[in-house]
Nanobody
Framework: VQLQASGGGLVQAGGSLRLSCSAS????????MGWFRQAPGKEREFVSA????????DYTDSVKGRFTISRDNAKNTGYLQMNSLKPEDTAVYFC??????????????????WGQGTQVTVSS
């Protein structure tokens, strides 16, 4: 499956963005989807993940209550709604996928498919 992330941009602190992850070349509903981010000079870190049904989600503590992950399998698209953005959220955001039977994971190396990344910049 091929993934393409979009929706990044420049926003002031306290603002919102919605990232999208469009999938092609596979059955999107067969995959767990995750969002990761990487700031300059830092390792790629887990942000959120969602099971193929969308009934179960996971978030890193720093984004809980601010970010919401969702998916529309009929549209082959996943989303990350980001509210109350902070300067420390600035990073390149990547969507990733792995087979559903593996469950969701917080470890980047356990995801097989990756999108190209979209830049999110939050100004103070």
């Amino acid at each position: 499956v091929q993934l393409q992330a979009s929706g990044g941009g420049l926003v002031q602190a306290g603002g919102s963005l919605r990232l999208s992850c469009s999938a092609s070349g596979g059955t999107f509903g067969s995959y767990v989807m995750g969002w990761f981010r990487q700031a300059p000079g830092k390792e790629r870190e887990f942000v959120s993940a969602i099971t193929r049904s969308g009934r179960s989600t996971d978030y890193t503590d720093s984004v809980k209550g601010r970010f919401t992950i969702s998916r529309d399998n009929a549209k082959n698209t996943g989303y990350l709604q980001m509210n109350s953005l902070k300067p420390e959220d600035t990073a390149v955001y990547f969507c990733a996928a792995r087979q559903y039977y593996a469950g969701y994971s917080r470890f980047p190396n356990e995801y097989v498919y990756w999108g190209q990344g979209t830049q999110v910049t939050v100004s103070s």
